[in-house]
């Protein structure tokens, strides 16, 4: 089970994986994007060292770029390593998904071949985990989508390697866990994607380039473009700049128009604008049409989306200016999905699914101001927009948006007030919170173990979360401790809730052919401007051992 302290520890983490997967994206050139790799890993993933090895046309490995050692950097950057000994590395040892890890005690095998090394001193390892300095661990980074051209049939052999990314001396002393080896397993896979786009930035400027030449070099430049853009492997879209026209998709490749399930003849009917999520419009508008970059939403054809992410760049003649605007649209998907996973798994219960006492404290924030609700309505200067655009400054994002579309969208803060008079509803509804604990919870651990003790927490958070509307939360504190927010309740709507829950909490559950039996005490507190998200908890608890204390033995049922 998760201590308190490991979500906030994994977002941590997150943020700063999510900041240098970043820098990968804003270098500038193939050699700036190689050394943020080796960079990133030192920065964000907790190594003292890291080197990039860049496959070469020939197929043999190039050290392309080195951190956190600037006297090994000397020693072995731009030499080279044979693709044959690569290939036997990276059948060597133990698999971690896509990584490679070669202990000290097969490792010894390979100090005599030719591919690029650098050793370390440090004492033998005290425990099993701990890091040797002879260890190896090996980062692959291959490219999305396409076959290998090698024939070795090395590990990964569906997917063109790219490259190979060498890890020494993490900062803890100690192997990688689970959450350390998935970082680094994401982390290789988005350097490979930021490599690839590199590339293709390079080709793609080098086009863009010629096009202003002369018109023999321009037909050349022309066809050039066409087959970059064409057989690109993401989205690349060419959209019109200026006049009645304007932000209308002149044209798409093929990666596009598979991406979001449109035939070319098709997606010319459009701009971006109207393939955009609704909650994405904003973003798209703030996007500027020379060098933007954007993650949104895009509508496929079947009705659903797909998060991209966007790169403008503006192709312009010389004497006339602007002419149209060249879109690189990248499927990140993936990505965002496997970002989300690692958030829920950050502000979620391991055990039973719920928001974690993190995730509680963040959606109750949410809804408190500092300010205290002094009358009703909310005060004037609540509403104001949440950002401004000139729009007589001309097209400046470059997708043909009109901004009346984003107009009426107001971040006004609705104040928590609290009902008053008990449990007579006087008709004032807010946002109560409901602080359970089970009764009987303690002994049924005590007496049938941590697995019945489980079992039940898994159980009760099941009736809790089916004994309240769509839109309420059911989080767990911890221990056996849960708390409910439920807007828009009366002081009696809050009091029949509770009987409610209380009552779906009673029934026996049956663990292990076993008949268990937990009680529950609830006491409801109310949200309110003014207060803390602390004193707000603190409230609900108090008024719940109120409960606890005043109902009668013969109504609590325990195991």
Same mark, same amino acid.
């Given at each position: &089970?998760?201590?308190e302290?490991?979500?906030?520890v994994?977002?941590?983490?997150?943020?700063?994986?999510?900041?240098?997967?970043?820098?990968?994206?804003?270098?500038?050139?193939?050699?700036?994007?190689?050394?943020?790799?080796?960079?990133?890993?030192?920065a964000?993933?907790?190594?003292?060292l890291? *080197?990039?090895?860049? @496959?070469?046309?020939d197929?043999?490995?190039?050290?392309?770029?080195?951190?956190?050692?600037?006297?090994?950097?000397?020693? $072995?950057?731009?030499? !080279?390593?044979?693709?044959?000994?690569?290939?036997?590395r990276l059948t060597?040892?133990?698999?971690?998904?896509?990584?490679?890890?070669?202990p000290?005690?097969e490792?010894?095998?390979?100090?005599e071949d030719d591919?690029?090394?650098?050793?370390?001193?440090?004492p033998?390892?005290?425990?099993?985990?701990? %890091?040797h300095p002879?260890?190896?661990l090996?980062?692959?980074m291959?490219?999305s /989508?396409?076959?290998?051209?090698?024939p070795?049939?090395?590990?990964?052999?569906?997917?063109?390697?790219?490259?190979?990314?060498s !890890?020494?001396?993490?900062? #803890?002393?100690?192997?990688p866990?689970? %959450?350390?080896?998935?970082?680094l397993?994401?982390?290789?896979? =988005?350097?490979?994607?930021?490599?690839?786009?590199a590339?293709?930035?390079?080709?793609? +400027?080098?086009?863009?380039?010629?096009?202003e030449?002369?018109?023999?070099?321009?037909?050349?430049?022309?066809?050039?473009?066409? +087959?970059?853009f064409?057989?690109?492997?993401?989205? &690349?879209?060419?959209?019109?700049m200026?006049?009645?026209?304007?932000?209308?998709?002149?044209?798409t #490749?093929?990666?596009?128009?598979?991406l979001?399930?449109?035939p070319?003849?098709? &997606?010319r009917?459009?701009?971006?604008?109207?393939?955009?999520?609704?909650?994405?419009?904003?973003?798209?508008?703030?996007t500027?049409?020379?060098?933007g970059?954007?993650?949104l939403r895009?509508?496929r054809r079947?009705?659903?989306?797909?998060?991209?992410?966007?790169?403008?760049?503006? @192709?312009?003649?010389?004497?006339d200016g602007?002419?149209?605007?060249?879109?690189?649209?990248?499927?990140?998907?993936?990505?965002?999905r496997?970002?989300? =996973?690692?958030?829920h798994r950050?502000?979620?219960d391991?055990?039973?699914?719920?928001?974690?006492?993190?995730?509680?404290?963040?959606?109750?924030?949410?809804?408190? *101001?500092?300010?205290?609700?002094?009358?009703?309505?909310?005060?004037?200067?609540?509403?104001?927009?949440?950002?401004?655009?000139?729009?007589? =400054?001309?097209?400046?994002?470059?997708f /043909?948006?009109?901004?009346?579309?984003?107009a009426?969208?107001?971040?006004g803060h609705?104040?928590?007030?609290?009902?008053?008079?008990?449990?007579?509803?006087?008709?004032?509804? /807010?946002?109560?919170?409901?602080? *359970?604990d089970?009764?009987?919870?303690?002994?049924?651990?005590?007496?049938?173990?941590?697995?019945t003790?489980?079992?039940?927490?898994?159980?009760?958070?099941?009736?809790?979360?089916?004994?309240?509307?769509?839109?309420?939360?059911?989080?767990?504190?911890?221990g056996?401790?849960?708390?409910?927010?439920?807007?828009g309740?009366?002081?009696?709507d809050?009091?029949?809730?509770?009987?409610?829950?209380?009552n779906?909490? $009673?029934?026996?559950?049956? !663990?292990d052919?076993?008949a !268990?039996?937990?009680?529950?005490?609830?006491?409801? /507190? %109310?949200?309110?401007?003014?207060m803390?998200?602390?004193?707000?908890?603190?409230?609900?608890? +108090?008024?719940?051992?109120?409960?606890?204390?005043?109902?009668?033995? &013969?109504?609590?049922?325990?195991?």
């Open positions: &089970m998760e201590t302290s490991e979500p906030y994994r977002l941590a983490t997150l943020r700063q994986l999510h900041q240098v997967v970043a820098d990968l994206n804003t270098a500038r050139s193939l050699a700036d994007t190689l050394q943020a790799v080796a960079d990133g890993i030192v964000g993933l907790n190594y003292e890291a *080197c990039v090895n860049l @496959v070469r046309p197929g043999d490995l190039v050290v392309a770029a080195f951190a956190g050692s600037p006297a090994a950097e000397a020693l $072995i950057t731009g030499r !080279v390593g044979s693709r044959a000994s690569w290939d036997r060597m040892g133990e698999s971690w998904g896509d990584l490679r890890f070669i000290h005690t490792g010894w095998v390979l100090i591919v690029p090394q650098w050793h370390t001193e440090g033998a390892p005290r425990f099993e985990d701990e %890091w002879h260890d190896r090996y980062a692959p291959y490219s /989508g396409s076959r290998s051209a090698h070795g049939g090395a590990p990964g052999s569906g997917r063109e390697l790219l490259g190979v990314i !890890v020494d001396r993490p900062r #803890n002393g100690r192997h866990g689970p %959450w350390g080896r998935e970082a397993q994401m982390y290789a896979s =988005q350097s490979g994607i930021a490599i690839s786009n590339r293709l930035r390079s080709n793609m +400027q080098r086009a863009l380039v010629r096009l030449r002369e018109q023999q070099a321009l037909r050349a430049s022309e066809e050039s473009f066409r +087959q970059a064409e057989y690109a492997p993401s989205g &690349m879209a060419i959209a019109e200026g006049g009645d026209q304007h932000g209308r998709l002149l044209r #490749n093929d990666a596009l128009c598979r979001l399930g449109r070319a003849s098709v &997606m009917r459009y701009s971006f604008a109207d393939l955009v999520h609704p909650e994405d419009i904003g973003t798209l508008l703030r500027s049409a020379e060098g970059r954007a993650e895009l509508g079947d009705g659903t989306y797909v998060w991209v992410s966007l790169r403008n760049s503006v @192709v312009a003649d010389t004497a602007p002419r149209f605007l060249l879109t690189h649209v990248e499927d990140i998907e993936e990505r965002k496997h970002e989300l =996973q690692l958030a950050a502000s979620h391991a055990l039973t699914g719920l928001p974690n006492s993190a995730e509680l404290r963040s959606r109750l924030s949410a809804r408190l *101001c500092e300010r205290p609700f002094a009358g009703s309505g909310a005060p004037a200067d609540a509403y104001e927009p949440p950002y401004e655009y000139d729009y007589e =400054q001309g097209h400046g994002h470059g /043909g948006f009109s901004p009346v579309a984003a009426g969208a107001y971040d609705v104040h928590s007030v609290a009902p008053t008079g008990g449990e007579v509803d006087n008709g004032t509804k /807010g946002l109560a919170v409901l602080f *359970c089970l009764d009987g919870f303690k002994s049924i651990n005590d007496r049938f173990g941590h697995h003790g489980d079992a039940v927490l898994i159980e009760v958070a099941r009736r809790l979360t089916t004994g309240v509307r769509d839109g309420d939360t059911v989080a767990r504190l911890g056996d401790e849960f708390v409910v927010l439920a807007d309740l009366g002081a009696a809050a009091a029949d809730l509770a009987v409610r829950l209380r779906a909490i $009673i029934p026996p559950i049956r !663990v052919g076993r !268990v039996r937990v009680g529950a005490s609830f006491g409801i /507190g %109310w949200a309110e401007c003014g803390t998200v602390e004193e707000v908890l603190n409230s609900a608890d +108090q008024r719940m051992y109120i409960e606890k204390r005043s109902r009668s033995k &013969m109504h609590r049922r325990a195991g």
